[in-house]
């Protein structure tokens, strides 16, 4: 009989994250939030303001870790519920695909997705979010706003380690920019 796994204590305190960080790439889902429209069509982007571990602040996606023995879906819920708040309803796939793979690096010249804290492998998705968001925990802010907004100067200076270029994917992958 085998035993349950259990993700709530299987992460790792502070220091032991800290050396890890130095050692191994660390596994993180990024999605970036979407409304659409009767015919699936991308209407609106849901993009967040956080306080970065700097102090700046910046317009951001939804990202986080991935726990030792936590599926990818289970990942995705967790970050969405914790940034977007418990009553977001996010459509995630009972077997997600991401729509591609993203590696932050400590130096920005290599990628140009760039976390000064560690080398991450991220699997990114983009997320059909049907209910109604209040940004919680880290979030300070949500906007929703249209996919050619998400994209404008405006939006895209506010956003850092490359997440502007992320949205701009995501958006090309639905088909909405040309």
């Not at 709530?8 to 050396?19: I, M």
């Not at 939030?33 to 102090?55: F, K, M, N, Y």
């Not at 996606?61 to 991935?66: E, L």
């Not at 991220?122 to 919680?136: E, F, K, R, T």
């Amino acid at each position: 009989m085998s035993e349950m796994l259990d993700t709530q204590t299987a992460w790792l305190d502070e220091a032991e994250l800290a050396s890890a960080r130095d050692r191994l790439p660390i596994v993180y889902v990024d999605a970036v939030p979407v409304r659409v429209d009767a015919l699936g069509q991308v209407t609106e982007v849901g993009l967040l303001l956080r306080v970065l571990p700097d102090g700046s602040i910046s317009r951001a996606i939804v990202s986080g870790r991935v726990l030792y023995g936590e599926r990818l879906r289970d990942a995705l819920m967790r970050h969405l519920e914790k940034d977007l708040g418990p009553m977001a309803m996010p459509r995630i796939p009972t077997s997600p695909q991401p729509f591609t793979v993203v590696e932050y690096f400590p130096d920005p010249e290599i990628t140009g997705f760039h976390d000064p804290r560690q080398h991450a492998v991220s699997l990114a998705y983009v997320v059909q979010i049907d209910g109604d968001c209040a940004p919680s925990q880290s979030a300070l802010d949500l906007i929703w706003v249209s996919p050619q907004e998400a994209v404008s100067m405006a939006f895209q200076s506010q956003m850092g380690g490359g997440q502007d270029r992320l949205v701009r994917m995501a958006l090309a992958h639905c088909g909405v920019l040309a």
